[in-house]
């Protein structure tokens, strides 16, 4: 898998479950902290926790 | 058949579709949105057709209804002016404008469209109109007062109001006015219409005068969310319908998520 298919792979995995996952933190968050940012955040988060969670393996030295 | 026929036709059909665009959706709403529509009433209003609107800037009240015959019926009343539209299923239509005594009707039977107000009324073809008939309809029309009420509570509308539905109604009311007063019709008349109807169904964006795409995002995601809490409260802790208000939940908010993420970045989409 090439460089740039695995990155959209992150990105489009990452954002589908970060979804419900700014959902759900939109209703625990109170109504002051609701802005715009939020599900940005949560997204760049949930991209970010795919990318990490599917970085190759290195062998063990 | 001459331009302006062209306009009066099409003005015809438009209001006969537009609202019955409006009613079948408000008729039939998707099952899993009619609680949120309850819980949340203002989480899709923007976008989605409604029977009934009050417009913020005029007060103006307007509302749609169904008859037993089929027809669908638009009615708005604002300060001294009554306005009722009757759209019939075989496509005939009926106008009337009152305002002060002043009482001007235009309907359609089939091909045969008549214009009248205060007791005058002039016949013609919807695809013969000529400027004879033209000369006619402005005479009958000219200095009415509710025509000029209506025009002038249409051009302070609600930038909301006009996106809606029944904002569009007033819109191409006030077209078929304007055409039969013998003004030119606007070139972009269209092209209006269907960014309008674009817009209504995709929700606003950043930027425009409705609400932005988080707010339409937020209003959808705690509607979903009520509406979950309503689903699994309905059910006993070892039903396993209370599965499918989880899915049902997920499928909404993941609806919403990529709406929004649309709604926030391919502006032109919906533009």
């Known amino acids: ?61 | 058949m001459n331009r302006r026929s062209v306009v009066v036709v099409l003005c015809l059909v438009g209001c006969s579709w537009r609202p019955a665009a409006a009613l079948a959706a408000v008729a039939d709403p998707p099952g899993p949105q009619r609680s949120a529509a309850a819980s949340a009433p203002q989480g899709r209003l923007a976008a989605r057709p409604t029977p009934e609107l009050i417009d913020e800037a005029t007060g103006a009240a307007m509302h749609l209804t169904r008859l037993r015959s089929g027809a669908l019926q638009v009615d708005l009343e604002a300060e001294n002016l009554e306005v009722r539209t009757t759209l019939h299923p075989n496509g005939d239509v009926d106008l009337t404008l009152r305002a002060e005594g002043d009482s001007c009707v235009v309907w359609r039977r089939g091909e045969h469209v008549r214009v009248g107000r205060n007791g005058r009324s002039v016949g013609f073809g919807a695809r013969s109109l000529g400027d004879g008939e033209l000369d006619q309809i402005q005479d009958v029309l000219s200095g009415s007062s509710a025509i000029r009420r209506f025009r002038a509570m249409k051009s302070t509308l609600s930038p909301a109001t006009r996106r809606s539905v029944l904002g569009v109604s007033v819109a191409v009311i006030d077209l078929l006015i304007g055409v039969l007063k013998g003004e030119p019709p606007p070139p972009h008349v269209d092209a209006a219409a269907q960014s309008t109807s674009a817009r209504a169904s995709a929700d606003s964006w950043e930027g425009g005068d409705g609400p932005s795409c988080f707010e339409s995002w937020k209003q959808e995601v705690v509607g979903a969310w009520k509406d979950y809490e309503e689903c699994i409260n309905s059910f006993s802790w070892y039903n396993p319908m209370r599965e499918v208000c989880a899915f049902e939940w997920v499928l909404r908010v993941e609806s919403a998520w990529f709406k929004f993420l649309g709604c926030s970045c391919i502006p032109m989409k919906v533009e």
């Open chain 1, 1 to 61: 898998m090439s460089k740039a298919t695995a990155v959209a792979v992150n990105v489009l995995v990452g954002l589908l479950l970060a979804g419900p996952v700014a959902a759900l933190t939109l209703v625990v968050l109170p109504e002051k902290w609701r802005s715009p940012a939020v599900p940005w955040a949560v997204a760049a988060a949930a991209i970010a926790l795919v990318a990490f969670l599917r970085q190759p393996k290195r062998p063990p030295d």
